[in-house]
């Protein structure tokens, strides 16, 4: 493994692990969406599906230079993140609470990829090239911001009412 030596090198790096960790995220949301009893977490997984969907055209967009290979290897985070998370949707023996622990996935995900996009975010003002450095922030703010957006929907939109026991 080579070092990285610049900050567009690292920028990319990151990329590379948001572009993975969004096509794995596409896969699952599918997952979870076949699970999904309720018509309105079918819906919101159906909107996280497009907002994914756009996520990895704009980091297709980013990462398309002609010489970076960027569905190398699966970002290991969210891997990891997505098979603790299948495994206790997986353990739920109820409908309810099945659903509700699709919602935390959903959520969890969703952090994780906030805060991967903030980052980047972050290290854009250290790059030396200006047209690079205005497009990635350009469209890195408006990923970031569409992820709030999904987030906000997950926590205050789905009314979850657990049947009381």
């Known amino acids: 493994m ?3 030596t610049s900050v567009k090198e690292f920028q990319t ?4 692990d948001l572009y993975n960790a969004e096509v794995l995220t596409v896969t699952e949301l599918l997952y979870f969406k076949n699970l999904a009893e309720r018509p309105d977490l079918k819906d919101l997984i159906q909107d996280y599906l497009y907002s994914c969907r756009s996520h990895i ?3 297709e967009e980013l990462l398309d230079d002609g010489n970076t290979p960027y569905f190398e290897d699966h970002c290991r985070t969210m891997k990891s993140l997505i098979r603790e998370s299948k495994k206790l949707v997986e353990q739920c023996g109820n409908e309810t609470v099945r659903e509700l622990a699709i919602i ?3 959520q969890r995900i ?3 990829k906030k805060t991967a996009y903030k980052s980047l975010l972050n290290s854009g003002a250290k790059t030396p ?3 690079y450095q205005t497009r990635m922030k350009e469209i890195i703010q408006r990923e970031y911001d569409m992820e709030v957006a999904l987030e906000n929907m997950i926590a205050d939109n ?3 009412k657990m049947p009381a026991s």
Do not use: D, G, P, R
């Open 110 to 112: 969703s952090t994780c």
């Open 104 to 106: 935390t996935a959903l």
């Open 2 to 4: 080579e070092k990285i």
């Open 57 to 59: 055209t704009a980091l």
């Open 13 to 16: 790096e990151v990329l590379k």
């Open 129 to 131: 090239e200006k047209k």
């Open 158 to 160: 789905i009314n979850f």
